[in-house]
């Protein structure tokens, strides 16, 4: 859904009551942020042919494509290269480096994927894991396909009816899943 | 003469000041440090899904690294709201490590309003007469009687959603309907409420419309308020109080202004104005005003009185009782307790309420039944469980991608907030370094005592007590108590109290040395109580600047 389109706001609206629409249709006349007011991720340097072509298996192992494509698809790999760019402290960075040096071992040692991943129950790259969650389910087709993203609502019900076959939202309160903008957070 | 009145800062307490001035007939210059911001167009980040936004919400770290030290201690700050938070490299101030305190603040039209939570509480007739009768701190000049008429206008105005509870440590006020609670808190409440006498779990009460005021619309749930709102639905400067003090044709707002100190005319007894300097260009000169409101902050009013210093004294006019920058408190938060409610597992929230419950302070109420002074309660909600749960477990592929598909269990959280205790040895003093401008930096030093230990250490028990009585399963929690400041409510730093001796302000919020200055931010609280302070602070400022208003008619100001 388009943030800006009011006319959706108001359809929304529409489900909570008349008098709620009727209050919603008022919005209109609000101004709002234009949409490219923020600034695009910074650009970021890919990591080498190898590494990044192991970095897409990985992302693609963790999260695979059934009937809504997987974290590859969702552009997981360029988020993950980012962030080890832009956003990881040192330590984090080399922790990531050893795990895609084990992962690449793994890989080309020929023996059975994904049981060369574990060491016993552990996998062996949990902070590539963790990373390849963040990056997928903040990306439009994970938040939007894989899971429902309504980022105006319009009205609240305090304890709807859920289906077996409903997807969970994407987003909370806060409007971001978490924040890991504190150390120690991978 | 620049205006009858010079308001300092815009934010929460600053528009209620312009506000009520200039609805009384009154010119108000207002003085902002900040830059201009145009509601809605530059509220950027509102409704941007994650992938909008450069770091997904996980926020610039290696920047908060370098330049927000001090504000990154803010759970949530990311690339959706680090707009509203100084640069901690660019505003400096000196703490230290034993005695640290975390200083968390918006330079910008409007304050904090535009970032706070909203939670709006009144106090009672219990917090007022506590102070001072426990050995600890000093009497209040007013009591809630004096209040309760201005807690009624603002709430009105503001628009502020909750339920008459009836309960006499927590006044009711006007509200709007509550957005309601989920059936996991529900459960919780009922659960409480049948193991423990006295303590009922309400909806907290917030300043979010659930009904339109004028062209104010009702909420519409998208959730994060703290992006700046363009449709109004919650309390703001921008939202509220700036639109009605511009609309009497009398006030003017100037931006990227610093007040430095204030103009002490030692024979008047009176201040004449301001001194200010361009936030941009350094050039500094004097603004003149029949009266001074001072509403930068606690911190933020303080030091312009700390650096309001007489020629003769080499002290600031206002500091006879030695109490200015004294009895810093924030309260007493931290603690905390988790669990995982079983059931209602067809059963989810549709949209993101903006606010939750709260369990009022149920101790000490009728005499003393706990090992330390006064009180807290607890903001909390219940959710289910989001696909960040996938983070912590070692399965991959589809298992995990279905696992993540439905809502996970109901989570419910409750967080306290407690009453802090002024203390002398809490304090704001001017260090000899300089700012940018060439202000003398503040130096903070703050640290608990005793009694807000004791209370960290129960909220954490009394909260295990309550979720395991509500059947919740993998309960924990925490009672650690972070530096000061992390609540964000400090205040006292120029207490009100009848004697000039012992306190900065009198029951209307005037310096009892210069008695054309008020001061009506959290600067002026006694006490600090255990209820989220801001809706305090706009009472005491519309009921300060209707005195005002009053003695300047009858040319007694
Ligand atoms: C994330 C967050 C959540 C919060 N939640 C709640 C809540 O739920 N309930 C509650 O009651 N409170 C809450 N608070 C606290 C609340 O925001 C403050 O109590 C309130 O904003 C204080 O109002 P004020 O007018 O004193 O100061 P502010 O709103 O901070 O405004 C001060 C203004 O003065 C300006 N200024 C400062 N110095 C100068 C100077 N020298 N010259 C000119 N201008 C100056 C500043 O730029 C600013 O605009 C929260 C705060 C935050 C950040």
Request: proline residues 6%; charged residues 20%.
């Amino acid at each position: 859904m388009h943030r800006r389109d009011i006319l959706q706001w108001i359809a929304a609206a529409a489900f909570a009551g008349p008098a709620m629409a009727q209050d919603m249709t008022g919005m209109a006349g609000h101004a709002m942020a234009s949409r490219d007011s923020v600034p695009p991720p910074p650009p970021h340097t890919p990591f080498a042919p190898a590494r990044h072509a192991a970095l897409e298996r990985l992302v693609q192992l963790v999260i695979p494509a059934d009937d809504t494509p997987g974290a590859r698809e969702a552009g997981v790999p360029a988020f993950i290269e980012m962030m080890h760019q832009h956003w990881m402290n040192e330590e984090e960075r080399r922790r990531c480096d050893a795990e895609l040096d084990l992962v690449m071992a793994a890989f080309a040692s020929g023996a059975a994927i994904p049981a060369a991943l574990y060491e016993g129950a552990r996998f062996k790259a949990p902070t590539l894991r963790k990373l390849t969650i963040y990056g997928y389910y903040t990306s439009e087709v994970g938040a939007s396909e894989e899971l429902t993203l309504n980022l105006v609502p319009g009205a609240y019900d305090a304890c709807a009816q859920v289906g077996a076959q409903d997807r969970a939202p994407s987003l909370n309160s806060w409007g971001i899943a978490l924040s890991l903008a504190n150390p120690g957070a991978l | 003469m620049d205006a009858d009145v010079i308001v300092v800062g815009s934010g929460i307490s600053g528009g209620w000041a312009a506000k009520e001035l200039t609805e009384r007939g009154f010119s108000v210059l207002l003085l902002e440090r900040g830059r201009h911001i145009e509601p809605g167009t530059d509220y950027v980040t509102e409704h941007l899904a994650p992938y909008e936004m450069p770091y997904r919400g996980f926020g610039d770290r290696q920047r908060y690294a370098r330049d927000f030290k001090v504000q990154s201690h803010l759970a949530g700050l990311s690339d959706a709201n680090d707009h509203w938070f100084v640069n901690d490299t660019e505003n400096p101030y000196q703490t230290r490590p034993e005695a640290e305190f975390t200083w968390i603040r918006g330079y910008h039209l409007g304050g904090r309003s535009i970032t706070w939570g909203r939670a709006s509480f009144r106090l009672s007739d219990l917090n007022f007469s506590e102070a001072g009768s426990d050995g600890h701190g000093i009497r209040w000049p007013i009591g809630y009687a004096d209040l309760e008429p201005w807690y009624s206008h603002v709430e009105r105005f503001i628009g502020v959603n909750g339920d008459r509870d009836g309960i006499p440590s927590l006044p009711d006020g006007e509200f709007m309907p509550p957005h309601g609670m989920n059936c996991a808190e529900e459960h919780v409440k009922q659960a409480i409420a049948a193991r423990f006498d006295g303590r009922p779990m309400i909806n907290e009460r917030s300043a979010v419309l659930t009904k339109a005021i004028g062209d104010r619309a009702p909420c519409h749930y998208c959730g994060p308020c703290i992006r700046g709102c363009s449709t109004g639905s919650y309390f703001s400067s921008e939202s509220s109080t700036l639109p009605a003090a511009r609309a009497t044709g009398r006030l003017k707002v100037m931006t990227d202004v610093v007040v430095d100190a204030l103009v002490h005319d030692q024979a008047s007894g009176r201040v004449t104005g301001v001194r200010v300097i361009d936030a941009k260009s350094r050039k500094r000169s004097t603004l003149a005003a029949r009266v001074v409101f001072l509403n930068a902050s606690t911190l933020g009013s303080t030091q312009i009185l700390l650096n309001s210093i007489d020629a003769e004294t080499g002290r600031s006019f206002a500091n006879r009782s030695d109490a200015l920058g004294r009895y810093l408190m924030d309260h007493v938060m931290g603690p905390f307790g988790t669990a995982t409610i079983p059931g209602y597992l067809d059963r989810e929230p549709l949209g993101n309420r903006p606010s939750g419950i709260y369990i009022p302070r149920f101790q000490n109420l009728a005499g003393q039944d706990k090992p330390f002074r006064r009180g807290y309660g607890y903001q909390g909600s219940a959710a289910r469980a989001m696909w960040t749960r996938g983070s912590s477990g070692e399965d991959i592929g589809l298992a995990l991608k279905q696992r993540l598909r439905q809502p996970g269990p109901w989570q419910m959280f409750i967080g306290a907030m407690g009453e802090c205790m002024p203390y002398a040895d809490n304090r704001v003093t001017l260090s000899d370094k300089v700012d940018a401008w060439g202000r003398p930096q503040l130096d903070v030093a703050f640290h608990w005592h005793a009694n807000e230990l004791a209370m960290a250490r129960d909220m954490a028990s009394e909260a295990r007590a309550m979720l395991e009585a509500a059947g919740g399963t993998d309960v924990v929690t925490g009672d650690a108590l972070g530096p000061g400041g992390l609540a964000i409510h400090e205040m006292g730093t120029a207490r009100m109290g009848h004697d000039p001796a012992e306190a900065v302000l009198n029951a209307h919020n005037q310096c009892h040395d210069a008695l054309n200055v008020f001061v009506t931010d959290g600067a002026c609280m006694t006490a600090s109580a255990a209820q989220n302070p801001s809706l305090t602070y706009m009472a005491l400022t519309a009921r300060a600047a209707a005195f005002a208003a009053d003695q300047m008619k009858q040319g007694t100001l």
